[in-house]
């Protein structure tokens, strides 16, 4: 009999700890959910308050401790969110990753294939950011605002890209189609931009024309100057040239004309001698003899006088 009542409160005691193992499962359950919500919406209230990172922080602890797979989704979709917001494109772009990796069918890649192309465009990739705008766009109805705003952002990566034609098509597209889109004033902004750039790039080649132009102008100027100069030395050469010929043609003639004048005084000399020795007077004939060889001493200076002032 007693072996009977020691075995029936033990019994209980086991019944008891099942049924209380369910409800302490169930509250423990609810006060992770309860944590999640806090947390998560702590970090919606830091977001709409453009403090990013805090409420990066505060998803991310939602994130780790939330209970099913949508809410860990949701939570990992407003990190990529906050990153973005923060300009951390890098570790926004690896949560996206993440988020396709592990949850592929959570509803949202329409948004971060978008979201993604942001990334790309904010990066510097044009060109990847051009091709996951147009993935967006091919999954994405006309008549939806996002698409107008992805239109936008490939006329963004076109005009980074130096491609203004093909960025102004899309801008106009904006404009023609999208009028309530919040791109239409930016996108209107920019085809006057584009406009202008065109101005600018018309007036720079008029420019460089004319600038090459004139380059061209002095050039040739330059080459006739030289030209003249060239042609100025040659004359004066010529000059100088023609001038030494005269001197020596005319150095020349004032020698023949000395010459002939020495053989006239010479004869006139040996005249004068025969005529002196003719007539036998010793002291005469040294007197006249005296006075030819001075006349012809005279002569010859003269002549040489005359012929160095002709050389001067």
């Known amino acids: ?13 086991l019944f008891l700890g099942l049924f209380l193992l369910p409800a302490g499962f169930i ?52 990190i990529i969110m906050s990153e ?9 772009l690896r949560d996206m990753d993440e988020l396709e990796r592990n949850h592929p069918g959570s509803g949202r890649s329409a948004d971060i294939a978008y979201h993604r192309a942001r990334a790309y ?4 990739y044009y060109e990847d950011a051009l091709i996951q705008f147009k993935r967006f766009c091919d999954s994405t109805d006309d008549d939806d605002l ?9 006329g963004e990566c076109l005009y980074s890209m130096g491609q203004l034609e093909k960025a ?16 239409y004033e930016v996108s209107a902004y920019r085809i006057d931009l584009i406009k202008q750039k065109k101005i600018e790039a018309e007036l720079l080649t008029l420019l460089r024309w004319t600038h090459e132009e004139a380059l061209r102008t ?34 020349e003639t004032e020698n023949v004309s000395l010459q002939q004048r020495i053989t006239e005084a010479e004869e006139e000399i040996r005249i004068l001698q025969d005529h002196l020795s003719s ?28 012929m160095l002032r002709g050389s001067r």
Request: proline share 2%; glycine share 4%.
């Open 218 to 251: 002095s050039e040739d100027y330059q080459r006739k100057i030289r030209t003249y100069e060239q042609a100025l030395i040659i004359s004066q050469q010529r000059v100088d040239d023609l001038t030494r010929d005269s001197t020596v043609t005319e150095l």
């Open 146 to 154: 996002r698409k107008a705003a992805a239109f936008f952002w490939m």
């Open 84 to 92: 973005l917001a923060a300009a951390d494109y890098g570790s926004a």
């Open 27 to 78: 509250f423990a359950q609810q006060t992770a959910q309860e944590r999640y919500t806090i947390s998560f919406q702590n970090g919606a209230v830091l977001y709409r308050e453009s403090r990013w990172m805090e409420a990066a922080a505060h998803f991310r602890y939602a994130q780790e401790i939330a209970g099913n797979r949508e809410d860990w989704a949701d939570a990992l979709y407003w």
């Open 121 to 124: 465009y904010y990066l510097g």
């Open 1 to 13: 009999m007693s072996k009977k009542n020691t075995i029936t409160p033990f019994i209980w005691l």
């Open 168 to 183: 102004e098509e899309f801008y106009n597209w904006i404009i023609a189609r999208y009028p309530l889109s919040p791109k």
């Open 279 to 306: 007539e036998g007077e010793s002291k005469t004939n040294d007197e006249l003899i005296d006075r030819a060889r001075q006349m012809r001493n005279d002569t010859q200076i003269k002549a040489l006088e005359d």
